[in-house]
């Protein structure tokens, strides 16, 4: 494992924890499931929602979200999922968007993209989209500050 690869998960776990806190002020049952469960990061028994959380710093340089669905063959990120919502951040808002919605604008305007990620270790495809178009079908928008 690369040292990003690592530096990217610690970073990726920071993010689902600041989105449990903001999710715990109004569930306050709401958890986040620990390692590498793949279905969901969080979960709010109180509304019976999942949550998969992603956190997409590159998406600021490229204007675009990195939405991965396979992993060396395999379903991976979205097509994995089976979260109610999907949270986006990208160091300064948090974009919730209900996690079908993701998956058919991602097939519907996404541009394919093929390969190793920068700092990744495996072989991935993945929809690289416009942040533009998720904001419009967002469902919130929170700011970091």
Excluded: H
């Excluded at 610690?10 to 449990?20: F, Q, R, T």
């Excluded at 929602?49 to 979205?78: H, P, Q, T, W």
């Amino acid at each position: 494992m690369t040292d990003t690869f690592k530096k990217d998960i610690i970073l990726g776990e920071e993010a689902e924890k600041m989105v449990l806190k903001m999710v715990q002020k109004k569930y306050p049952k709401a958890f986040k499931k620990e390692g590498n469960f793949k279905p969901y990061d969080i979960f709010v028994p109180e509304k019976n929602i999942a949550i998969e959380v992603k956190r997409d710093i590159g998406s600021n340089k490229s204007n675009n979200y990195f939405i991965e669905y396979k992993c060396n063959g395999c379903d991976s990120g979205i097509f994995a999922s089976r979260s109610d919502y999907y949270v986006i951040f990208d160091e300064n808002r948090f974009i919730w968007i209900i996690t079908d919605k993701l998956k058919s604008i991602s097939k519907s305007f996404g541009i394919k993209w093929e390969g190793i990620p920068n700092g990744g270790v495996s072989k991935v495809k993945s929809y690289l989209l416009d942040k533009n178009c998720v904001l419009r079908y967002s469902k919130m928008i929170t700011n970091l500050l």
